[in-house]
Antibody, heavy 118, light 110 residues
């Protein structure tokens, strides 16, 4: 059974930083593209970033470029999202998602809540 | 990139069939056969139900089917069951973002 478990969410002040982690099991992690997708009540589900299995390709949505960094450690089966200069509009549940390479979000974690507020 | 448009809610009685629409543009839904559907019970991990417009992953009930016509994709749930009550989201590959999701539809089983 595939499991994706996110951690690292919490309450942070505007301008602060957080690092999200996602530990994967039950799949050949290095073979999967991995994504971060966030959900908030106002905008619904929004794709945030993706990284290829070997880490050689990375892309971000415009609103987080220059502030967020996606990375992975295939030896640890772990995906990361370093979030800097956080804004109120970054408040959301962040999901770690695995993609087998057919432009589909095959597996999802349960999400971790990030709240940006003073 | 604007979200794909879905109805806010759809309801049906047990055993009935319902259809959820997902409307985009020629830059997303209409331009690629990479439309997927996800079932989300709040508090749980979303689950892939349909990929590539009309393909079911292993383990997903054949009561779920997908199709597409021009810029609108559809998810049909036949033989509606109580366990189908959830939120449903479509997604599509796009020429820009590169992924966009639908606004979400709450399915209620009466």
């Amino acid at each position: 059974e595939v499991q994706l478990v996110e951690s690292g969410g919490g309450l942070v002040q505007p301008g602060g930083s957080l690092r999200l982690s996602c530990t994967a099991s039950g799949l050949t992690f290095s073979s999967f593209w991995m994504h971060w997708v966030r959900q908030d009540p106002a905008k619904g589900l929004v794709w945030v970033s993706r990284i290829k299995g070997d880490g050689s390709y990375i892309k971000y949505t415009d609103s987080v470029k220059g502030r967020f960094t996606i990375s992975r450690d295939n030896a640890k089966n772990t995906l990361y999202l370093q979030m800097n200069s956080l804004r109120a509009e970054d408040t959301a549940v962040y999901y770690c998602v695995g993609d087998s390479g057919i432009y589909t979000f095959d597996y999802w974690g349960q999400g971790t809540l990030v709240i940006v507020s003073s | 990139q604007s979200a794909l448009t879905q109805p806010a809610s759809v309801s049906g009685s047990p055993g009935q069939s319902i259809t959820i629409s997902c409307t985009g543009t020629s830059s997303d839904v209409g331009g690629y056969n990479y439309v997927s559907w996800y079932q989300h019970h709040p508090g749980k991990a979303p689950k892939l139900m349909i990929f590539g417009v009309g393909n079911r992953p292993s383990g997903v009930s054949n009561r779920f089917s997908g199709s597409k016509s021009d810029n609108t994709a559809s998810l049909t749930i036949s033989g509606l069951q109580a366990e189908d009550e959830a939120d449903y989201y479509c997604s599509s590959y796009t020429s820009s973002t590169p992924f966009v999701f639908g606004t979400g539809t709450k399915v209620t089983v009466l």
